[in-house]
C-alpha cells in the first residue's frame, strides 16, 4: 500500500469545522508545515498560522504544496481553481459515501459529484475520501433526547456503518503527508448499526431513554424543510438530501470498509466509544437547561 512520508506546506480548508478542526490539531501535533482557512481566524484555538478567506475568496496560495478541501452544498470551488493557478501538487477532498451513484434520474451527492470531478480533472495528483454518517450527527438529536421525544428515523431501517469523525480527520491527516495518489477511500467504523442500534447506545451510555420513530419520505421531506430553513439553508437543497435518503433505503450504505483500519494501522473506533467519549456534549445543550 503506498504510504512514502513527504514534507509538505498545507492548506486546511474548513479549518474550524468538525474534520478541518480535527486536521489541524493533529497536524499541528505532529509538526507540519501548514495553513487554516477561515474566514475568523479567531475561532482557531491551535497555535498555528492562519489566513483568511473561504472557498469563494481564497487567500494567495503561493508555497502551498497540498490543499485539504472540503465539499460542502452551496460552495463553490474557487479555491481549486485558485490552488491549479499557484502551482499546487496535491489535492485531498472529503466528499461523501454513494458519491455520484443514482436514484432514479437523480446523483447521489450532486455537490460532491461535481467536486469530485473537478478534483479529478485538476491535473494535481488526488486523493478521495468517502465517509459514510458522521457519529457526531447524532448532536442533532439533543432536542428530542432532552425533551423525551422520539428520534424521526427515515432510514428505513436499513443499516450504515457510523464512522467516527476523528478517523476521518486521523485518514486525513496521514493521507495528506503520503503518497496516496489516484486514490478513493471509503471510510466507515467497525460495524452496521441501524438507527434504533444508535438509540439504544445513547440510552445505555447516558442513562436516559432513547427511541426511534419511524418516518415516511413525506414526513421526512416536512421536517427537513423546516430544519433547513431554521438554520438559513437553502430549501432546495432538500430534493438532494432526500435522494441520499432513498439511496439509503436501498442498502447501498450498509457496508463496512477497511479502509481505516489499514490507513491508521488501528481497528475504526465504535460509535458506543465516540459517544462515551463525547457524553458531556449531550448534557450541554438543551438537555442541560430543561433539566436545570
Known sequence: MPGTMIVVMILITGATGTIGGEVVRLLSEAGVAMLAMTRDPRRID???????????????????????????PGHGLAVLDAARAAGVGKVVLVSG????????????????????QAVQASGMDWTILRPTNFASNSLRWLG????????????????????DPRDVAAVA?????SD??????????????????????????????VWT?????????ELAEAAFL???????????YLTAVKWGHTGGGAIVSDDVPRILGRPAT??????????????SGPGARSRS
Open 46 to 72: 491551535a497555535d498555528v498560522p492562519v489566513v483568511r478567506g473561504d472557498f469563494e475568496s481564497p487567500p494567495s496560495l503561493t508555497g502551498v504544496d497540498t490543499l485539504f478541501l472540503i465539499a460542502l
Open 213 to 221: 420513530e419511524k418516518k415516511t419520505v413525506a414526513e421526512t421531506r
Open 97 to 116: 459515501i454513494g458519491t455520484g451513484e443514482r436514484v432514479g434520474d437523480a446523483v447521489v451527492g450532486p455537490w460532491f459529484w461535481r467536486a469530485e
Open 230 to 240: 431554521a438554520h438559513g439553508l437553502d430549501v432546495s437543497l432538500v430534493e438532494d
Open 173 to 177: 491527516a496521514t493521507v495528506l503527508r
Open 270 to 283: 465504535s460509535f458506543e466509544t465516540w459517544v462515551r467519549d463525547n457524553a458531556a456534549a449531550f448534557s
Open 180 to 209: 496516496h495518489n489516484g486514490q478513493t477511500y471509503t471510510l466507515t467504523g467497525p460495524e452496521l448499526l441501524t438507527m434504533a442500534d444508535q438509540a439504544e447506545v445513547l440510552a445505555r451510555v447516558l442513562d436516559r431513554p
Open 144 to 163: 428530542e433526547i432532552a425533551e423525551g421525544q422520539p428520534i424521526p428515523d427515515s432510514s428505513n431501517g436499513v443499516p450504515d456503518g457510523v464512522v
